[in-house]
């Protein structure tokens, strides 16, 4: 099949970042088309410059108008737009990468005409989804509605395929980590019984950018576990899921939450104190405490953390905890932002990890840091080490089982060796481009769908967990900030439509 033509809705910095650098490489190969932009009049009727300096390209961007994210149907007049786009274009598949709070009616109206889908992360959120409970608990309704309208898509064309841009599945070390799982499941029996994960971005946002920097910020009443948590959503069930054996498959979620918010931010870090540490930031900033506390009253969350039980026919199977943290170690130490707001650069250091034990058998534990910053020139320096900083480290019962090794260390070099592609590096770009590469590789006919690893139809669990998640933080905030009950919520998975006879991929990627 020919290179598909795509349009890509929503082009702000995150998509000109991740997206556009993907899909150039795939034009490149033959899979990509054209690309036609679409996002809002401020930036619609522009040109976007995408590619490299030594081949630049330009991406036209058409505009629509902006409309209520509590919509999940689009305005008909943008319906007009995307329609004579498509024909004009000869669009074959849409990439979603808008502010999250409108995926719904994009995605939508894509799955409704037959158009294959790129979905970003997190697949919907609701406006106010950490401060009220109806917001909350409609992330997992969102979830119904798209898989109701994906199968009936399917029914008319087995080749329809949305794909969920959750780019830790085709990570290296996330892989293996689930290969190895899997490996001591089969031999034991036993599931995953805790595993602790955590991810910080090192983001210092100031007490006045709380307010007037909007972008990936916490005005819209969801924050942290919006902006980056699906991953984390995502990916612990997925490799929860590895270690699921017959009469020990997950069925409920309990989850209990609790994060700061603004005002919290504002006790840990006071106007005083930024007074003192950044020179100028007192001429600068117009707020005073307590105008700071009055308007972001209903703010969503900064850093969450998630304590989590998975059950089995009521059985508790695997503790767990996720941490989920804008504020971090950061290198930032200039008054004003210097790129893309506060989304990326400023000295922003990221830093992941995952450990998981599976019993007595097994224990694994993975580090990611993050050693490039953005310095106060735009430009990137090294923070700590070495570049690419991640290890996962093997660690299994070789009394009980001697042809078991006691301990492996799997470097960067070893990860990229696991993967069986050179080109496959264990870094979370390299594992975004795989994500975009794969889905146009199925709509040219060069891979089975079986070989897709983020099918729509496998996030039931992780648009759950979310929902879960915000649901107890909304319910705390209803409660005035106390402890409340933990969220309860079903926990079974789905299948994924039109699956090839014989094979039916579980809700998580697991085949049977």
């Known amino acids: ?52 300096p030594r081949q630049p390209r330009r991406m036209p961007v058409v505009a629509v108008e902006a409309f209520p994210a509590v919509r999940s149907v689009l305005p008909g007049r943008v319906r007009g737009v995307l329609d004579d786009v498509v024909a004009r ?101 036993c599931p995953v019984t805790s595993i602790q994960s955590s991810h910080g971005d090192g983001q210092w946002r100031l007490p006045d950018e709380l307010v007037d920097i909007g972008y990936h910020g916490f005005d819209r009443g969801y924050g942290k576990a919006g902006h980056s948590g699906y991953h984390h959503f995502d990916t612990v069930p997925w490799l929860l899921s590895a270690g699921e054996r017959p009469g020990k498959e997950l069925d409920e979620v309990e989850v209990h939450a609790a994060c700061t918010r603004p005002a919290d931010s504002l006790a840990q870090l006071t106007i005083a104190d930024h007074e003192r540490l950044l020179p100028g930031f007192a001429d600068r900033n117009p707020y005073t405490e307590q105008d700071l506390h009055q308007l972001t009253h209903g703010f969503g ?20 905890s996720s941490n989920l943290a804008h504020s971090t170690f950061s290198q930032r130490g200039n008054l004003r932002p210097v790129t893309n707001g506060l989304y990326k650069g400023n000295g922003r250091i990221g830093q992941e990890g995952h450990i998981v034990q599976q019993g007595p058998f097994q224990a694994l534990h993975l580090h990611v840091l993050q050693t490039l910053h953005g310095d ?128 039916t991929l579980t809700a998580l990627g697991a085949t049977s």
């Open 301 to 320: 969350e900064i850093d969450v953390f998630l304590n989590v039980a998975y059950r089995s026919r009521g059985r508790l199977l695997t503790l767990a």
């Open 1 to 52: 099949m020919s290179a598909v033509n795509i349009m890509v809705i929503g082009v702000g910095p995150h998509t000109r970042l991740n997206h556009l650098p993907a899909l150039a490489a795939a034009q490149d190969v033959g899979l990509a088309g054209t690309l036609t932009g679409v996002d809002l009049p401020h930036i619609g009727g522009t040109l976007v410059q995408y590619g490299t």
């Open 89 to 189: 274009e000869r669009v074959g598949a849409v990439v979603v990468a808008t502010e999250p709070s409108v995926h719904l009616p994009y995605a939508l109206w894509a799955i409704e005409r037959g158009l294959p889908v790129l979905l970003d992360k997190p697949l919907t959120i609701r406006p106010g989804a950490s401060t009220d409970p109806a917001a909350a608990l409609g992330i997992a309704d969102d979830f119904d509605t798209l898989l109701a309208a994906y199968r009936r898509a399917c029914r008319r064309d087995p080749r329809m395929v949305v794909s969920v841009l959750s780019q830790r599945r085709w990570h290296p070390a996330f892989r293996i980590m689930r290969d190895l799982i899997a490996e001591v499941a089969e031999a034991t029996n």
């Open 376 to 503: 106060q020139d735009g430009t990137d320096r090294r923070a700590a080490g070495g570049a690419d900083h991640i290890e996962l480290h093997v660690f299994r019962n070789d009394r009980l089982r001697p042809d078991w090794e006691r301990h492996r260390a799997l470097d960067f070099a070893d990860l990229v060796q696991g993967s069986g592609d050179s080109t496959v590096l264990p870094t979370q770009r390299s594992a975004r481009d795989c994500a975009v590469t794969e889905f146009l590789s199925y709509l040219t006919g060069r891979i089975p769908r079986e070989r897709m690893a983020s099918d729509l139809a496998d996030h039931r669990r992780p648009a759950r967990l979310m929902a879960a998640a915000y649901l107890s933080m909304a319910r705390r905030w209803a409660d005035g900030g106390r402890p409340t009950a933990p969220v309860v919520l079903d926990f079974h998975p789905t299948t994924v439509p039109a699956a090839p006879a014989g094979r």
